[in-house]
């Protein structure tokens, strides 16, 4: 067989390199086996072991070994050719004089041409080649096996070929080259690209001796962002030697979810390149928020990715979780999926409570967002009374006795018809009855045209005012609005205060009028003519007893009209008595705990229904004692005495 010259160009075809694995069944020393699977051998890889040293020659036949050569002599001739860059001797193998001990493939590329020129086998190849040509080509035409057959097949020119070996195989490929003359500066049309005679990698010509190409595996600055020797599109090096980005319209591994071209939100994949869905811990689209499981509807991230916000109808309770502290949520008490203010659940999602701002329906009266019980919405959200109220009382010493009452409504009160009484058998004064037996009781009418305006408290002494051995003024410092008894202790009447009248023709002020310290009533009623008095406000403090019962005039009958029925005496609640130094303060002026319909009262209540130790506290100090204005500061309670 004879082997044809070495010389390739440029746009020549190529064999196929042959399958991955080798054929190791022929027996290189039968040269019958050879000829015979010349063509299948042409296709095969080899390994150094497998073939054959070439023959030499001997004086009998010429210095070949029997039926070789021709071949040997082809082969020489061939390799001398390619050297001296002239043609072939033709097939008669007639020796031109070279020395018959030397191979004549002395360089990888030599024995790389001679396997892809494709006109000998791979086997004829190697026997003609030196063993350090078979050492460097070797590695590479397994490398090019496992990594280049499709680049080497026919349909792909010798040049594609070695780019693909300087991508897949540079080290091997450019040791190959670079022994066989590649950077000498002399391009060799049969083997080289380009040389341009240096040993820089990253110029136009590569170490191979090849053009520098996209998809060469060698980055070329200032003309690639990388190079991987690949075209694939879904690594860290694109098929165009660009470096990928989001948005580029190709999805790479194991770092985009998604990649649709574009770096806009909401289409399915997000601006990260990620695909969009609620629960993968991203905030994509149009989510407000992802934290992945710990998504739930009580968590500030809800599981449809929507914060979590009062009016939804989520409850965002669970403050470990981060309620109130991640995307401005709220620790919510309750979520009723509405904004009504009025209802149980205020849109500020916490419990409607008194004080809150607003006016919850059928429960409060009015809310003003504030816990002054003072003011004309009480602490319990009850508008404030539509009467006069008793506001605090003191029961000893005798010359610091006395009865509070405020106006809690807009509008002044004439005094004339409201009386004060500390006997639980006041209503008797509608037809004249009344009598103090004991000289300590007392039914005392305001003086005629005195008034109270909105706002304003009056403070009535029960003993005089000032002088005598003890008297109002000389404990408080400070004049009372009335007195009951201006001449007890010794004193004279001070005409500067105006004094309480009788509540009917006879004398119903006691001589020693004044509170019993254990316990008994106090009612402020109001009586204009006709058979029945009406309430007006009413506190028992300290112990019933059989000389100072709790009020009750249930069916009691005055000339033909019946009062109704008032609390009985077991349900009604007081509080205790003040002790020596002590006062009491009403601290609710709603009336919270009042029954407001059939009642005896001014306003149809029932005033001998309220729970005085709601409205009421107890103060055990003097300083405690404000006669003429609101309770000390932090006596009642912020919230209020009274509950829902």
């Known amino acids: 067989m004879q082997l044809r010259a070495l010389t390739l160009v440029a746009s020549a075809s190529v064999v196929a390199c042959g399958p991955a694995k080798p054929d190791f069944d022929w027996d290189p020393e039968d040269s019958s086996m050879l000829d015979a699977r010349v063509d299948e051998v042409a296709r095969g890889v080899r390994i150094l072991s497998d073939v054959a040293l070439p023959r030499e020659r001997d004086a009998s036949n010429g210095g070949s070994t029997p039926g070789s050569g021709a071949r040997d002599a082809g082969i020489r001739d061939a390799a001398r050719a390619d050297a001296a860059g002239e043609a072939a001797p033709d097939a008669s193998g007639a020796e031109v004089g070279f020395d018959a001990s030397s191979y004549e493939l002395a360089t990888c590329a030599a024995l790389a041409s001679c396997v892809r020129a494709g006109g000998e086998s791979q086997a004829e190849c190697l026997r003609a080649s030196s063993p350090a040509a078979r050492a460097l080509f070797e590695p590479l035409t397994v490398c090019e096996t496992e990594r280049c057959p499709a680049d080497c097949d026919p349909s792909h020119t010798l040049f594609e070929c070695d780019a693909c070996l300087l991508g897949g195989c540079p080290s091997s490929f450019i040791a190959c080259m670079r022994e066989s003359g590649c950077g000498d500066g002399l391009r060799n049309e049969g083997t ?343 309430d007006v406000d009413y506190l028992f403090f300290g112990a019933p007893s059989a000389s100072n019962p709790v009020i009750d005039k249930s069916g009691i009958v005055v000339g033909g009209d019946a009062f109704r029925a008032d609390t009985s005496a077991d349900a009604q609640h007081f509080v205790a008595a003040p002790g020596d130094n002590g006062s009491i303060h009403r601290c609710v002026h709603g009336e919270s705990s009042e029954a407001r319909t059939a009642g005896n009262g001014l306003t149809n209540h029932d005033e001998t229904s309220e729970d005085a130790r709601q409205s009421f506290v107890v103060s055990s100090v003097a300083t405690g004692r404000t006669p003429g204005g609101p309770p000390p500061s932090g006596l009642c309670p912020l919230s209020g005495a009274a509950g829902r």
Request: charged share 25%.
């Open 192 to 534: 080289e690209a380009c040389d341009d005679g240096n040993a820089d990698n990253e110029d136009d010509c590569t170490n191979a001796c090849t053009a520098a190409r996209c998809g060469d595996g060698i980055r070329w600055p200032g003309r690639e962002a990388c190079d991987d020797g690949n075209a694939t599109d879904s690594d860290a090096c694109l098929a165009t030697c660009r470096l990928p980005f989001c948005g580029d319209g190709f999805v790479r591994a194991g770092v985009e979810g998604c990649d649709d071209g574009n770096v806009r939100g909401g289409d399915g994949c997000s601006a990260e390149c990620h695909i969009e869905s609620c629960g993968n811990g991203l905030v994509e689209g149009t989510e407000e928020c992802d934290e992945g499981r710990a998504n739930a509807d009580d968590a500030p991230c809800l599981a449809t990715c929507r914060i979590n916000r009062c009016g939804d109808g989520k409850l965002c309770a669970d403050a470990p979780a981060g309620c109130g502290q991640k995307f401005g949520t709220l620790v919510e008490e309750c979520d009723d999926a509405n904004a009504s203010n009025d209802d149980s659940c205020p849109n500020i999602c916490r419990n409607a409570t008194c004080g809150d701002g607003y006016v919850e329906r059928s429960v409060e009266q009015c809310d003003d967002g504030n816990d002054d019980p003072f003011d004309s919405c009480s602490n319990d959200c009850r508008s404030a009374a539509a009467h006069l109220l008793i506001t605090e009382v003191v029961t000893r010493p005798s010359g610091a006795e006395f009865v509070e009452v405020l106006n809690p409504t807009r509008f002044a009160i004439d005094l004339s018809d409201y009386l004060l009484t500390d006997s639980h058998l006041y209503y008797k004064v509608a037809f004249g009855g009344f009598t103090t037996s004991s000289g300590s009781d007392f039914a005392a009418r305001f003086p005629p045209s005195s008034t109270i305006s909105p706002g304003q408290y009056k403070v009535v002494a029960l003993a005089n005012a000032s002088g005598g051995s003890t008297s109002f003024v000389s404990v408080y410092g400070r004049p009372p609005d009335f007195e009951l008894r201006p001449t007890a202790n010794g004193a004279a009447d001070d005409l500067a205060i105006p004094n309480m009248q009788p509540a009917q023709m006879s004398s119903t002020i006691g001589a020693n009028a004044s509170l019993t310290d254990s316990g008994e009533p106090i009612m402020l009623f109001f009586y204009r003519g006709g058979n029945l008095v009406s």
